[in-house]
């Protein structure tokens, strides 16, 4: 997981760097998160419809926006890699067995960007910075801190994303044979994970990428959900980056909050 002062520099491409939602309604999920991890807000482009950047402490932190009324698509929190070149990107994407799905395309001069997926349907984004370079802040209470594929196996699609990306796969190391979980390298640095949960995949959800929000007290957060009209799909337990609660927010996107462990690097 990334520390505060790295978040406000352009990030190498493989590199996650930014989360956003689309939801039905804006302003009920705004308020969700604001209680939850005090973010404020302010306008962003709005070339696809409304659309708000969640601030903490003033520096952009996630995404939000409103899909249009007949639109019933899946809530869900997106994971976007940086590069260089998006269409460029998006060839290999293709290329590789994935589908690009909306893109390449301008947000208002403020970068270039595509939604794609993998071979296996996990969807992700691909953002080229121009003015945005994504999240500039990280590694405090309320902030993406971490994503992880979550997907049936990690051979396939690890690497597909080592082609895409450049990433080096390092297997976690284990006394449980039926552990299946690679982190994502860039010049030996953890980016993101890929975890192999086979039978395990939730039927509803089917492969996707987990954003990971750190929080002081993981327990107190999952109770704040429950209280605040979301849901506690996994209840606070020890993990490997730290104790962690997997939640939802009201209209259902899920995502982790993480309470780090001392000396964590991730």
């Known amino acids: ?22 939801v039905h309604g804006l302003g009920t999920t705004e308020a969700f998160y604001t209680d939850l991890f005090g973010w404020e807000y302010e ?32 809530v869900a929190w997106t994971t976007y890699f940086a590069t260089d070149d998006a269409d460029s ?25 595509a939604i794609c997926s993998d071979p296996l349907g996990a969807i992700f984004g691909i953002w080229q910075a121009e003015e945005h370079i994504g999240t500039r802040l990280s590694g405090v209470p309320g902030t993406p801190v971490w994503s992880e594929l979550v997907t049936q196996d990690t051979s396939t699609v690890g ?13 976690h190391a284990t006394a449980a044979a039926d552990f299946d ?4 390298l860039l010049d030996g640095r953890p980016v993101a ?14 492969p996707h990428w987990m954003t990971y929000f750190q929080v002081e007290d993981a327990d107190m957060a999952a109770a704040r959900v429950h209280r605040l009209g ?14 962690v609660a997997t939640v939802t927010d009201p209209e259902g996107a899920v995502f982790t909050v993480v309470e780090r462990r001392p000396g964590n690097g991730r």
């Not at 994970?193 to 089917?206: E, I, N, Y």
């Open 230 to 243: 979301g849901r506690v799909v996994q209840p606070p337990r020890e993990g490997l980056t730290g104790r």
């Open 43 to 74: 306008p962003g482009p709005q070339p696809f419809g409304p659309y708000v950047r969640a601030l903490l402490d003033g520096h952009e932190v996630t995404g939000i926006g409103e899909m249009p009324p007949d639109r019933l698509l899946p």
């Open 1 to 22: 997981m990334t520390e505060a002062p790295e978040a406000a520099r352009r990030r190498p491409p493989g590199t996650p760097c930014w989360s956003s939602l689309m």
């Open 181 to 184: 979980y690679v982190t994502l």
């Open 89 to 113: 990107t998006a060839e290999t994407i293709r290329s590789c067995g994935g589908t690009v799905a909306v893109g390449p395309l301008d947000a208002g001069g403020e970068g270039r960007v």
């Open 193 to 206: 994970a890929v975890h192999g949960v086979g039978r395990s995949l939730p039927h509803d959800r089917g």
């Open 159 to 171: 690497k597909f994303y080592a082609h895409v990306f450049g990433h080096e796969a390092e297997t």
